[in-house]
């Protein structure tokens, strides 16, 4: 069974700063892929960042980078230069098609 | 390019009423899914439709929720009757292979309050 774990259900950090948002997650799949989405408070999920699991280089896009560690089955999400419209719940997902998604981490970015 | 659509955005009503929610995916998107979102947790899958078939629908509870997309383009999911434990956010996602990569659109989803 598929399952993902966000261990930090809360971050705060102030703006310009780095953040690093966790998260672990377990498969049979050999064939897969991960994501981060964000949620503000208008509650509509935007994609941030994808890694599909076969590559092994890290994406990025733009302040955002992860660090997959494919042994390990962890996948993290790294916020460079932090701006007050980066607050918002963040969801570390996985799947081919069908997703599955942690538990979300509430992300403050404090002026 | 105009983004997955959902309506009502806001729903209250009694507990064991019906509700029904509706999606238009993003025009092209063969493949669609409807989740449900409780308050303070991350989505779950309730079903996927590709085109007008359906292909997982192993979490939707059917004896009271039932979906449908008639035609392969606009999608329903109805809950009849509804349930306290059913308040939750509805989100419709359509997706499509950008890159090599599969990725899902959210709409901004429907939010269900059952009292």
């Known amino acids: 069974a598929q399952t993902v774990t966000q261990s930090q259900p809360e971050m705060s950090v102030q703006e310009a700063e780095t953040v690093t948002l966790s998260c672990t997650y377990d498969?049979?799949?050999?064939?897969?892929?991960l994501f981060w989405y964000k949620q503000p408070p208008s509650r509509q999920m935007i994609l941030v960042i994808r890694q599909e699991a076969y590559k092994q280089q890290n994406a990025t896009e733009n302040r955002f980078s992860v660090n997959f560690q494919k042994a390990a089955k962890s996948f993290s999400l790294k916020i460079s230069d932090s701006q007050l419209g980066d607050t918002a719940m963040y969801f570390c997902?996985?799947?081919?098609?069908?997703?599955?998604f942690g538990q979300g981490t509430r992300l403050t970015i404090n002026p | 390019e105009a983004g997955v659509a959902q309506s009502p955005r806001y729903k209250i009503i009694e507990k064991r009423q019906s509700v029904a929610f509706w999606c238009n995916p993003i025009s092209g998107h063969a493949t669609l899914y409807w989740y449900q979102q409780i308050l303070g947790q991350g989505p779950k899958l309730l079903i996927q439709f590709q085109n007008n078939g359906v292909v997982d629908d192993s979490q939707l509870p059917k004896d009271r929720f039932s979906a449908e997309r008639l035609k392969g383009v606009d999608s329903t999911l109805k809950i009849q009757p509804a349930k306290l434990e059913d308040s939750a956010v509805y989100l419709c996602a359509s997706s499509s292979v950008l890159g090599g990569l599969e990725t899902q659109y959210f709409g901004p989803g429907t939010r269900l309050l059952v009292l």
């Open positions: 498969t049979s799949e050999s064939n897969y892929y």
């Open positions: 997902a996985e799947g081919a098609q069908k997703l599955v």
